[in-house]
């Protein structure tokens, strides 16, 4: 993970450049992460992107970023604050958000989107917005896991208050407890990791997130992989997954 980028263009939205311009170790992939909270999304993103030189893409990130800001909009106030409750910020928001960001598609390394889309309505938008910049996804890697290891997961989570890289107290330890392997900032439990709000999540995630992957499963652009394992072996499979696409592509 020494190849973290800013990713300035996509945190800060409107003109802002990134210095690191990402360039991918072979073709540029683009695409979308699935999966309920706490399958390990953001911790296959990571390695995915180290592994392909592509820029991960939370829309999560660019919402916790803005936790740290004062100067919010009523919009993004009221967006926080849904957040801060684990639900759902509305999608006219996040879809703004990212229309703000829509270069970052057309990146020519490739990207690989993480928590969005997190709804019918928001993959549509998606759709659209790559349209406008002339490029397709190669594939939505939808992580699947049972329910009790999701739990296990969530609770022991912790992120790095300042880079923003995910641990975990059993499966992915730091070298130091508490402490960001990568910057040495202090690791965090997210208010979102937290048991009542792990419940409203996980209920947000079957009511509106299901019919996001029935939309791409119908489309074939779906990819299921297997969530078990440790992250490298995830890691694999997720790999394995995409050389299968580049013999017989799908979309
Ligand atoms: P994540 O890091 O992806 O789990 O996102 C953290 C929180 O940010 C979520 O629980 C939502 O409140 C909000 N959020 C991030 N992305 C989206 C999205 N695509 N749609 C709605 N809310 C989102």
Do not use: N
Request: charged share 25%; proline share 6%.
């Amino acid at each position: 993970m020494s190849e973290r980028r800013d990713r300035a263009a996509w945190f800060e939205g409107g003109d802002a450049k990134c210095d690191d311009i990402p360039s991918p170790k072979g073709r540029p992939y683009r695409l979308v992460l699935l999966g309920p909270p706490g399958v390990g999304k953001g911790t296959q993103a990571e390695l995915l992107c180290k592994s392909l030189g592509t820029c991960h893409l939370s829309t999560g990130d660019v919402f916790r970023a803005a936790q740290c800001q004062t100067d919010h909009s009523p919009a993004l106030q009221a967006a926080l604050e849904a957040m801060r409750r684990g639900e759902l910020v509305s999608d006219g928001l996040v879809v703004s958000m990212v229309s703000e960001r829509s270069g970052c598609l057309s990146c020519r390394g490739g990207f690989l989107l993480d928590g969005f889309p997190r709804t019918a309505a928001q993959a549509v938008a998606l759709d659209e917005l790559l349209e406008q910049q002339d490029v397709g996804l190669d594939a939505v890697l939808s992580y699947e896991l049972p329910l009790g290891e999701i739990v296990d997961r969530l609770s022991g989570r912790r992120t790095c208050s300042k880079c923003k890289a995910v641990f975990h107290v059993t499966a992915r330890p730091p070298q130091k407890e508490g402490v960001c392997d990568l910057c040495g900032g202090q690791l965090i439990q997210r208010e979102d990791d937290r048991p009542e709000s792990i419940r409203v999540r996980m209920r947000a995630y079957e009511e509106s997130t299901k019919p996001l992957a029935d939309y791409y499963q119908q489309s074939g652009r779906q990819v299921p992989i297997r969530a078990e394992g440790t992250p490298e072996t995830i890691l694999e499979r997720s790999l394995d997954a995409l050389q299968t696409l580049a013999v017989s592509p799908k979309v």
